[in-house]
């Protein structure tokens, strides 16, 4: 059973037993992130890299929001008699919508824009890769406890050149007063001959 699966099956238990104010739609959130990527563009690398993901949702009606983020990582690493540097960035805006599932448990659905680029510098030159496309998903977002919220989501990304594939994306928020909570993801996205994934560790401020 795939971890997404488990989680949803959680949010739905969680749905009919937590006792937790009303989710927010209005959040930004920033995390420090590490990022493996496997088989890029065939070249035999799998950079390991570490940066930041910023993000955020504001909410402009009952059912609908809007989200956005973006993310930067790096890695140093030696190709051949090169030391190199590889770099990866993705911006993404979109809208979402919400409908209740259980008492405590939100069904979402999400559309995004995304932008992504790959530099590989080295010997005193670089090299570019990107391209832009869109991603879908859709999930469950909700409380485990007054202080626990949990949200898994099904994705498929297609950015063109930089390929296209399904992935999952899971996390959890501890809260730690109404406004701040720590936040752990885990993210997956399959495409073609390259695979990423991403764990991040962070804040969320809701308001």
Known sequence: MSKATLLALALAAAGTSAHAADLSYNYVQADLIGVDINGLGGLGINPDMRGFDVKGSYAFSESFYAIAGYRDADDDFRLGPMSVNISYSQFNIGLG???EATENTDWLL????????????????????????????????????EKVELYGKITYSDANSMGNGAGA??????????????TAEYQLDRRDQIDFSQIGLGVRASF
């Open 169 to 182: 994306h899971v996390g959890a928020v501890i809260g730690l007063n109404e406004t701040w909570g720590i």
């Open 110 to 145: 999400e559309v995004e824009y995304l932008d992504e680029d790959f530099v590989l510098r080295g010997n005193g030159s670089s090299e570019r890769a990107g391209d832009s496309g869109y991603r879908v998903a859709t999930g469950l977002r909700g409380k485990a406890s």
């Open 97 to 99: 919508y919400r409908a």
